[in-house]
């Protein structure tokens, strides 16, 4: 039943507020054919409107416990997009274990630290003006 109301209230959202993409938290705990009908049935209505959502393999549907659900692996191919976390820790600069001060001294690009110049001269090429944590050295 629920399925059918996800499909039915996003139809809804498509063809009369004209929405053209609809993002699904923790999309895995959907099935995959459900997703793949709700597509079939919002490309009706318009070929463009985009879908794409979490897609953690965790929790009590991990690895298919109750079915084919709609994670990354199993929405390959679909046209369904799927978050990515090496994307995401690619443009932030962090790494899958990060945490507490490590957050802070491993920021890039989404975060600003590439656009601060006169530190990254100063620290990010090795040069001898900056500490072993990578900050710059008192004068």
Request: glycine residues 10%; hydrophobic residues 40%.
């Amino acid at each position: 039943m629920f399925s059918k109301l996800m499909l039915d209230t996003l139809k809804i959202w498509a063809k009369e507020y004209r929405v053209d993409g609809f993002r699904f938290d923790l999309m895995s705990f959907s099935f995959k054919d459900n997703l793949l009908a709700i597509k079939e049935a919002l490309h009706e209505i318009d070929p463009t409107i985009y879908l794409y959502g979490e897609n953690w393999n965790f929790g009590e549907v991990a690895n298919n416990a109750l079915g084919v659900n709609a994670t990354q692996a199993n929405m390959a191919g679909t046209g369904i997009g799927t978050f990515s976390d090496r994307g995401r820790d690619a443009g932030s600069g962090r790494g899958p274990f990060d945490g507490g001060a490590s957050l802070v001294h491993n920021q890039w690009f989404i975060n600003g630290l590439w656009l601060r110049f006169e530190w990254l001269s100063s620290c990010r090429f090795a040069r001898p003006t900056c500490s072993a944590s990578g900050q710059p050295r008192s004068r």
